[in-house]
C-alpha cells in the first residue's frame, strides 16, 4: 500500500470530476482508506444509490484506527465503533460503547450504565466497575469488567462474553438468551431464567483467551470463576412462567 485515499478524491469522483476517476483507476491497486474516510463517504448517500458506494469503497482495504481520550468522556463514547481502538484515560458516561460492532474500546476508568449495550462484536475492557445494566442486550460482544458490575447486567444478552473479576449485582443474566457469562466474585442474586451452569475446557479455554486479550495475562487464574448462562426455560411462552417474564 503506498497511497491513504483522502475523502476529497472518493466524493469528486462519484461527482464526475474526471480528474478523481483518472487518480483511482492509475492508483486503486496501491491504495486503502481509513474507517473514517470510509465514513465520510457513505454520509453523503441515499439508501438508493448508497450500495454502489459500498461496492467501490469495498476494493479498497479499510485501516484501522487508534482513538486515544486524555480524560473522561461523556454519553454514547464510541457508539457505533468499527474497527477503531479506543482509549478513554478515564471514566466513560452511559453506553459506552453501545452498537459496537468490531474493534477495541478501553476504559481505564469506571463505566456508568449500558455499557456494551447492544454490540454486537469487537472487545469492551473496562479497567474499573461499570454500572447497572452493562451487556444489555448485547449481540456477541466481549466485555472484560476488571472491577465489579451493577443491577440487571447482561439483561436479555444474546450472544458474546462477559467478564467480571469482582462482584455482581441482583438479577445477572435475567432473561438470558445465548450469553456467556463468567463472574470470579460474588453475584447478588440472578435474573429470571439464568443459572449456574458447568465451565468446561471450551470455557476455560474462551476465558483465558478473553482475560489474556483484556492485559490481564496470567494474573489471573480461569478457576477462580463460575460461569452462569441460561436454563432455556422462557424462550418460548409457557403459562407456568407467567410470572417470570
Known sequence: MQFLLDSVILIDHFNGIAAATDFLAETGAEAALSVITRAEVLAGFDPATEALARELLDHFPS?????????????????????????????????????????????????????????????????????????????????????SIGPMSAFMAQAGALVVLGDAGEALGDSIYEARLYVRGRVASLGADCIEKEMTDEHRAQLRALLD????????????????????QLYNFHVDNAGAY
Open 63 to 147: 485501516l484501522p484506527i487508534t482513538v486515544e481520550i486524555a480524560g473522561h468522556a461523556g454519553y454514547y463514547c464510541a457508539g457505533m465503533n468499527k474497527q477503531a481502538t479506543v482509549v478513554v484515560e478515564g471514566n466513560a458516561g452511559v453506553g459506552v460503547a453501545e452498537n459496537m460492532m468490531s474493534g477495541k474500546v478501553h476504559v481505564q476508568g469506571d463505566a456508568s450504565q449500558s455499557a456494551g449495550a447492544t454490540a454486537h462484536g469487537g472487545l469492551l475492557v473496562i479497567d474499573g466497575n461499570a454500572s447497572a445494566r452493562c451487556g444489555i442486550s448485547m449481540k456477541g460482544v466481549d466485555i472484560v469488567v476488571k472491577g
Open 213 to 232: 486479550a483484556a492485559g490481564i495475562n496470567g494474573a489471573v487464574g480461569v478457576d477462580e470463576f463460575r460461569r452462569y448462562g441460561s436454563a432455556r
